[in-house]
């Protein structure tokens, strides 16, 4: 999890640095003004991303479980039916927003007539950049299922690098004022894209473009899966219009352009937990098509373990330093607006730590069905808790309102999937298994699983006696209780000779041993370079009969064997 992190924190980040560059550029090169309609542009950005997500979660999702089952058909069909659909729906977005910008039709954003004129021009300059950040969306999830993190982490920073270039030469040097400001982080966008569809192009991806064999109906599989967990963005963005009104009547404009810079600051910052999200969803989706329920548990201790704590810690900093981050797009103390935005940055980071658990027990909703129980939570996080709270606070107190309101959104939403864990239950959870109300004939249980793990070639030695204890122990009779433990001491022997010894990092292989009806499923799982030994074995057939004669002998005693590379790691299962 920790390994794949950074390059998910890094591109969940780029919409973020996108958006602190535009505002930094508005709020010092062109104005109040145009920082107010980047502001007012929030929610159809919402909604644009949002469809992305839809998207990416149903498309990581389905391919994860497919991955799991070792249907490398349906993968691809996945695959396929995402790019179509992100390419369609990036093309009507485009020219449903060029539309009304040109046509003057955007009054249900803001009624001032002169933010509208600059709004008008944002708006046309970011519809160029919609169709190469739907499929670079994809894009980005399918290179990182193939482990291919350097290539999504090249095209991060080179939109970070353009989208900065772009700004400076369209916003400072020509002029372009609010066109400007979209055009370059459009521009930035599809080099972005440019960089990670040369995998996909290059003939060397996993992942196939396979229109004759396309399954049509999977599209709503895809969007089915996807849209409960997207569905709080969805409602983020009509809570963002009702927002802005109530921000209009109570506070001013002043009050859009303070939560304009907090949320576009602080959007660096909730890359974090949506990097956590990522990685963990993926997780989960392999761990479902497995039917693994200790790494599904797993997943949820780290993210509890280390995930809430360090985002804990990395939210004080910001809060500490509240009058600084102001002062980088505000200079005057004196000005409303200031204090109105130091405000925000003392409060809002809180939201962060609670998200991460309520975005976990979302993931985890989505990818084991409870779609009745994510849709509540995605209806009242995106949209009922915040504006119900806003509507009695803002009137009261002010911009302080708006802030509270979205911490107590926080608090509220991880107490409904407490409720419904005690409900479920018939109790207060006692463990993880009963708080992620997991089902009982999931998986198998612990009395049913020998989970070993193997650094060196002398602990390879001592795994075979145990897996013939544990098969033993369980029924299974003394010939293939000998040869489960013969067939995972020939095969993690073979990974750690030619694996382990292919580079200079620490390695260790995963090895459980599960009894599930009259079957012993043996898994083994090694972070060395990919390889994989069912091909290794078709090749050997032809080789004279002393060549690869260990893995000749394992393949002729085996009932099934299955290898995948997941998530850059080599998984090899066999059944005997």
């Known amino acids: 999890m920790f390994r794949l992190l950074p390059i998910q924190i890094l591109l969940a980040a780029i919409g973020a640095v996108n958006g602190i560059v535009s505002t930094y550029f508005a709020s010092n090169f062109v104005g109040v003004d145009a920082m107010t309609a980047v502001g007012i542009y929030w929610p159809v950005n ?3 991303a949002t469809t992305a997500t839809v998207l990416t979660g149903g498309a990581s999702i389905l391919c994860g479980k497919y991955l799991g089952q070792n249907e490398q058909g349906k993968m691809h069909n996945v695959y396929t039916l995402d790019i179509i659909l992100a390419g369609a729906i990036g093309t009507l977005l485009s020219l449903i927003l060029v539309f009304l910008a040109f046509t003057d039709n955007t009054g249900f954003l803001t009624h001032d007539d002169q933010v509208r004129a600059i709004l008008n021009r944002y708006i046309t300059g970011q519809a160029i950049g919609i169709i190469p950040f739907m499929i670079g969306s994809q894009f980005t999830i399918f290179l990182s299922m193939e482990n291919r993190n350097r290539r999504a982490m090249t095209a991060s920073i080179a939109f970070i690098i353009a989208n900065l270039l772009f700004n400076f030469l369209f916003v400072k040097v020509l002029g372009l004022e609010a066109f400007g400001l979209a055009l370059a982080s459009s521009a930035g966008m599809w080099v972005f894209f440019a960089v990670q569809a ?8 996993q992942m196939r473009f396979r229109l004759k064999e396309i399954v049509w109906a999977e599209c709503i599989a895809i969007i089915a899966i996807g849209f409960p967990g997207a569905a709080t963005n969805i409602y983020q963005a009509f809570r963002g219009l009702i927002v802005n009104k109530l921000l209009e009547a109570y ?3 002043a009050g859009i352009s303070a939560f304009t810079a907090c949320n576009n600051f602080l959007g660096v910052f909730w890359a974090i937990p949506a990097g956590f999200v990522a990685v963990s969803r993926m997780m989960i989706s392999v761990s479902v098509g497995e039917e693994d329920r200790q790494t599904l548990m797993d997943v949820m201790r780290v993210m509890f373990s280390r995930f809430v704590p360090l985002m804990a810690a990395i939210s004080a900093v910001i809060m500490m330093l509240a009058v600084p981050e102001t002062r980088i797009f505000y200079k005057d103390p004196s000005n409303p607006v200031f204090m109105m935005t130091v405000w925000g940055f003392r409060l809002l980071p809180v939201c962060m730590v609670l998200a991460i658990p309520a975005m976990h027990f979302t993931c985890y909703g989505q990818a084991s069905g409870k779609h009745v ?3 509540i939570v995605s209806l009242m996080d995106g949209i009922i808790c915040v504006c119900a709270f806003s509507a009695l606070l803002i009137p009261a107190i002010g911009m302080n309102g708006l802030y509270y309101a979205n911490i107590l959104n926080g608090v509220v939403i991880l107490l409904i999937y407490f409720i419904y864990a005690c409900v479920k239950n018939g109790k207060i959870p006692s463990d993880m298994f009963e708080l992620m109300v997991i089902p009982r004939d999931f998986g198998v249980s612990p009395d049913e699983r ?14 075979s006696q145990k897996i013939q204890n544990f098969c033993t122990e369980k029924g299974i009779d003394n010939r293939r209780s000998y040869l489960a433990g013969l067939a995972t001491e020939e095969m993690a022997g073979n990974i750690v000779e030619h694996g382990f010894a292919g580079d200079n990092r620490a390695h260790s292989i995963d090895v459980r041993v599960v009894h599930k009806g009259d079957d012993i499923i043996l898994r083994l799982r090694d972070d060395c370079r990919p390889f994989d030994p069912v091909t ?3 090749i050997a057939e032809g080789d004279d009969a002393g060549a690869n004669i260990g893995l000749k002998m394992i393949f002729g005693i085996l009932k099934d064997v299955e290898y ?5 790691m080599n998984v090899l299962t066999m059944k005997i």
């Open 46 to 48: 919402t909604l644009v």
């Open 198 to 205: 040369g995998h996909f192009l290059s003939g060397k991806s």
């Open 251 to 253: 506070v001013g404009g």
């Open 373 to 375: 129980l994510v849709h």
């Open 450 to 463: 020998l989970d070993l793990t193997v650094r060196s070639m002398e602990e390879v030695v001592t795994i």
């Open 536 to 538: 290794m074995n078709k």
């Open 564 to 568: 995948q590379n997941i998530l850059g």
